[in-house]
């Protein structure tokens, strides 16, 4: 049935769109199949097209050197941007990081941290990443049999993980979440505000002091990694070093939790798939895939055209801004079967909430062992699980996910 969405322009630069799972979906639906690269010009924001199909995010992801990530990362009011180029010699970003860098640069300074985060190393992590997982359905469990499983577990599990990676003390985790929140959230991206200011000046000068103690007394952390690391021979700048570490504690914690939160939703409401998976734990890895697809918490990022070129059909000028909208590949039914269906076992699952190419997910093999070792301590120890409230979304077009969920349990 023809679905009359009104201004799509407004829905997308909304950030509640993306508290309603039902109609974000329906939209992009309608999308892939009307307006696959549709050039989309909110208020207030400067326009680009934007792109929804498997195959079209996939090209551009793979293109890297047509469609860059410098200069524009994420979409934000020109305003912002103005006020961020202004005061940081053109930089229209709050941060110089992996995703705002290209080429060389982006592969030198994302290979300081890569050999920590492939596979092999990740691995060798299952039994710290597992202890922490029962350290937190235990929490789970003191905290029940009623809670609100997003606020009282699932903000908490990958902070602790990626903060202990990083080298902070467990109890300097709840300041850590308190800024790199006050820096990421909707509303700091909307107003170019003075809390925000402060939070990012208070992360920084708590990570400059880390950052020059390992350089003096190294760790086994990924702190000294980052302060000891080089680009083209030359030590990373302090800004760079800065933004470095909050790119990792940012895109480490919020984006897992949304995913382990909405991976336990979406269990509760297709209990077959909750029972198959109980019954049948070898599952597990399929099923984190499937989370992964479901809840696909990072909205999108941009890329800019360096030349003139085509995505599919449609002609791109050099300068143009894309939007790539990650969840939606994992939804187009030219590539997955039955995408409405929430399947523990689907396979093959090429969604792209990790995104793909050069630029795809640095943490992705963290995140899948964080999603995986969690559920399998909590189908340890939990048996019944039911909703016991209404849950809610957080109101973001660049990473959101559930901001609360009431669940009432028994334990086994
Ligand atoms: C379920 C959890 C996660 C999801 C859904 C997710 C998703 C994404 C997506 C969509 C991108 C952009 C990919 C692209 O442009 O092609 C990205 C990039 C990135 N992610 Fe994750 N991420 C998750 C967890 C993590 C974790 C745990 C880390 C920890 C280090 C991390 C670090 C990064 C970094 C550093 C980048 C930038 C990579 C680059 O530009 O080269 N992410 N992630």
Request: charged content about 25%; overall charge negative; some cysteine.
């Amino acid at each position: 049935m023809a679905h009359d969405f009104g201004n799509i322009d407004a829905m997308i630069a909304d950030p509640r769109t993306y508290m309603d799972r039902a109609t974000y979906h329906a939209l992009f639906a309608h999308l892939r199949r009307e307006e696959p690269v549709r050039w989309t010009a909110p208020e207030g924001i400067a326009p680009f097209w934007l792109v929804s199909r498997h195959a079209d995010v996939h090209s551009v992801e793979s293109r890297a050197s047509v469609f860059l990530n410098a200069p524009r990362a994420v979409m934000r009011p020109v305003a912002v941007e103005e006020a961020l180029a202004a005061r940081q010699a053109g930089h229209k970003e709050i941060i110089r990081s992996m995703n705002n860098m290209d080429g060389e640069e982006h592969r030198q300074v994302r290979a300081i941290t890569s050999r920590n985060f492939l596979l092999p190393s990740v691995r060798r992590m299952t039994d710290e990443i597992d202890a922490i997982a029962q350290e937190f359905v235990s929490r789970l469990i003191y905290k029940g049999p009623e809670t609100d499983f997003v606020q009282d577990v699932a903000v908490w599990y990958p902070l602790r993980v990626i903060m202990a990676l990083l080298g902070v003390p467990a109890g300097d985790e709840a300041l850590m979440l308190k800024l790199t929140r006050e820096i990421f959230e909707e509303k700091s991206r909307d107003e170019f505000g003075k809390q925000r200011d402060q939070a990012q000046l208070g992360f920084f000068s708590y990570f400059r002091d880390v950052l020059e103690d390992r350089r003096k007394n190294p760790r086994d952390d990924l702190a000294t990694t980052i302060a000891n690391g080089t680009v083209n021979g030359a030590p990373l700048p302090e800004f760079e070093s800065l933004s470095y570490c909050l790119t990792v504690a940012t895109a480490g914690h919020d984006t897992t939790a949304a995913t382990i939160a909405g991976g336990l939703l979406a269990l509760i409401e297709n209990p077959d798939q909750m029972q198959k998976l109980r019954a049948d734990v070898s599952l597990i890895d399929s099923a984190v895939e499937e989370m992964l697809r479901w809840v696909a918490p990072v909205k999108h990022f941009f890329r800019t055209a360096a030349e003139d070129t085509r995505i599919g059909e449609t002609a791109i000028r050099a300068g143009d801004s894309v939007m790539l909208a990650f969840p939606s590949p994992g939804f187009d039914a030219d590539m997955v079967e039955a995408p409405e269906e929430f399947r523990v076992d689907r396979a093959p699952n090429p969604h792209l909430a990790l995104g793909s190419g050069p630029h795809a997910c640095l943490g992705q093999h963290l995140a899948r062992l964080e999603i995986r070792q969690f559920f399998l301590a909590f189908f340890d120890r939990i048996d019944e699980i039911a909703l016991n409230g209404t849950p809610s979304y957080s109101p973001s077009s660049f990473i959101s996910g559930l901001s609360s969920l009431p669940v009432k349990f028994t334990v086994k």
